[in-house]
C-alpha cells in the first residue's frame, strides 16, 4: 500500500474573455499543460492527469466531475493564465475533493528584454490565484497553494508532499471505520466520533455486534485456519508458553474480523477489549488480528476508538508506516517518554521478529488471548493525536521526536523509549495537556510533521506542533 502511486487530476483554467481576444492562446496553453504532466510522470511518484484547459464555469465543473468519478486523491486548480475567481468558486465550493491551488505558468526566469505582450498572457496566473484564494478563504473553504516552476525540484517535491496529504485525507474519508465492542465506558476523550468536523468528511462508519462476530468466527473453515496457523508461525516467533489452542483460537478469531471488514469495505477498525474479553462468546481481545491488520496497512486502535484508526489509515496512504500506541509514563529528569501498549503494535515497526505470548484477562470471568511481544525500532519518529479543539474543530498534534536504542527488556508488549524534539518533557506535556490532547495516538516512522500539516490546510483543522 506505501508504494502506491497517488492521483493528482491538473484542471487548467483561463478567462473566457482570454479565450476570445486571443484565438490561439488555449493551444499554447494546452502544450505547456501536456509538458508539465509528462515533466511530473516522469519524475515522481504520481499519476498525474491533465482535463483540458477550461475557460467557462461550465467546463470547469465537468471537469472536476470527471475527476470525482475516477477517484484522484488531490485536485489542482492550475492558473496557468489568468481567471477570474467569479468562472472556479462554484465548482471548487460543491466539490470535496482536497483542493490545490498553483498559479502555473510556461516562464522560469524572468528576462525583462524578453517580457512582451505574448509573455504576458502565458504568464499572469498569479493574481488570478490571489483573487481566487481569497474568495475560498471567504467562502470556509480550505486549500493548499502551491507556487514554483514544474521545473524546479523543490516545486515538484512540494508537490508530492501536498499529493501525499491529499491521499491521507482521501484514504480517511473511504476507509468505512468499523467498531467492534463499543468504547470504553468512562474512556470520554476518544469518544468524538458525532463532531462536526468528522461528519464533514462524509465518513461512513459501520458497528461490528458481538452476535454478529461470534457467527462469523463459527463460519470460518478449518482449512482457512490451518493455513493462516501455517502463516503466522512463519512470520512471528512462537513463545513455548502459547499453546495450540489458544493459537487456532486467535486466528480463527482474526479471519472473521477480516470477513466482516471486508464485507464494509473497511480499512479501519477499533476494537474494545473489554466487551470482547467479558463476552465468554469472544473471550478474546482480538491483539493478533490488531497486530496483522497494521501490518497489512488498516487502521486501528485501542478501547474502540475508530477516528484515531481513521487518522492511522490515512497516514497510511500517505505512505508512511504506522501503529497505535500511547505515551505510558514519563523520564522527567532525562526528558524521556514510555511508549507502550498490552500487546497491540504494527510488527513492520519492530526492531526485531516479534514474539506471540499468551495473555489473560479476568474481570467478569477468565479471558485468554494472544498478544504481540517486541520493541519499536530506533529513528525518527512522529506521534500524532486527533482530536476536537474547544470550538469543536479538528485538531492535529504533532510531537516529534526519535525512538532510542534504549532496551525495556522487564516489561512486554509493542514498546519504545521515545526521546522527544523539545528538550524539556514537562513544558511539552504541559503544552499537550492546554491544547486538549487526548491519549491515543499514532506513531509514524519518520519526521510527518510536514505532511500533517498539509493535511490541516487541506481539511482546515487546527495544527498544534510540539
Known amino acids: 500500500m506505501c508504494n502506491e502511486k497517488i492521483k493528482v487530476g491538473f484542471v487548467p483554467v483561463m478567462a ?81 475533493l482536497p483542493l490545490l491551488v498553483w498559479p502555473a505558468q510556461p516562464m522560469l526566469r524572468l528576462e525583462p528584454q524578453k517580457y512582451d505582450a505574448a509573455a504576458v498572457s502565458l504568464n499572469h496566473g498569479v493574481h488570478g490565484a490571489m483573487d481566487l ?9 480550505s486549500f493548499g497553494v502551491l507556487h514554483g516552476h514544474h ?9 508530492v508532499e501536498w499529493a501525499r496529504a491529499g491521499k491521507a485525507i482521501s484514504d480517511m474519508k473511504t476507509s468505512n471505520p468499523t467498531n467492534i465492542g463499543g468504547h ?35 463460519s470460518v473453515s478449518e482449512r482457512k485456519i490451518t493455513d493462516r496457523v501455517r502463516h503466522i508461525r512463519s512470520s512471528y516467533e512462537i513463545d513455548k508458553g502459547l499453546n495450540d489452542e489458544l493459537l487456532n483460537k486467535a486466528v480463527r478469531n482474526e479471519l472473521a474480523l477480516r470477513d466482516m471488514l471486508k464485507k ?55 505512505q508512511f508506516e504506522t501503529s497505535f500506541s500511547e505515551i505510558f509514563s514519563v523520564g522527567y529528569k532525562d526528558n524521556r517518554l514510555v511508549l507502550r501498549h498490552w500487546g497491540e503494535g504494527n510488527p513492520l515497526l519492530a526492531r526485531s521478529k516479534p514474539i506471540l505470548r499468551a495473555s489473560a484477562f479476568q474481570d467478569k470471568h477468565k479471558a485468554e488471548f494472544v498478544v504481540m511481544d517486541f520493541e519499536f525500532s530506533p529513528g525518527p519518529a512522529t506521534l500524532i493525536n486527533l482530536n476536537a479543539n474547544s470550538h469543536g474543530q479538528g485538531q492535529l498534534i504533532c510531537l516529534e521526536g526519535v525512538i532510542e536504542d534504549d532496551h525495556l527488556p522487564s516489561v512486554d508488549g509493542p514498546r ?50 510540539l
Open 133 to 141: 484564494c481569497n474568495m475560498l478563504i471567504k467562502n470556509g473553504r
Open 151 to 159: 521545473q524546479q525540484d523543490a516545486t515538484l517535491n512540494e508537490l
Open 416 to 465: 519504545a523509549v521515545f526521546k522527544p524534539k523539545k528538550s524539556d518533557v514537562r513544558d511539552l506535556l504541559t503544552s499537550y495537556a492546554y491544547n486538549g490532547g487526548s491519549h491515543h495516538l499514532v506513531l509514524v516512522r519518520d519526521d510527518c510533521a510536514d505532511i500533517v500539516g498539509r493535511i490541516s490546510k487541506l481539511t482546515g483543522w487546527n495544527m498544534v506542533s
Open 16 to 96: 473566457d474573455l482570454y479565450n476570445r481576444l486571443v484565438p490561439d492562446l488555449r493551444r499554447q496553453l494546452t502544450e505547456f499543460c501536456g509538458t508539465v504532466k509528462s515533466h511530473v510522470n516522469t519524475n515522481s511518484s504520481l499519476r498525474f492527469e491533465t482535463s483540458h484547459v477550461c475557460c467557462t464555469d461550465t467546463e470547469i465543473s465537468q471537469a472536476v466531475k470527471e475527476f470525482e468519478t475516477k477517484g484522484i486523491h488531490l485536485l489542482v486548480l492550475a492558473m496557468v493564465s489568468y481567471t477570474p475567481s467569479g468562472q472556479i468558486i462554484s465548482s471548487l465550493t460543491k466539490t470535496k
Open 264 to 318: 464494509n469495505d473497511s480499512q479501519a477498525v477499533g476494537i474494545n477489549f473489554m466487551t470482547l474479553c467479558n463476552d465468554a462468546r469472544v473471550a478474546d481481545a482480538l491483539h493478533l488480528a490488531a497486530c496483522t491488520l497494521m501490518e497489512d496497512g488498516f487502521g486501528y486502535a485501542g478501547e474502540g476508538d475508530w477516528v484515531t484508526a481513521m487518522l492511522a489509515r490515512g497516514m497510511t496512504g500517505a
Open 184 to 218: 470504553f465506558e468512562d474512556m470520554l476523550d476518544l469518544q468524538i466520533g458525532n463532531s462536526k468536523f468528522i461528519s464533514q468528511l462524509g465518513i461512513k462508519k459501520f458497528s461490528i455486534s458481538i452476535a454478529e462476530f461470534v457467527d462469523s468466527a463459527a
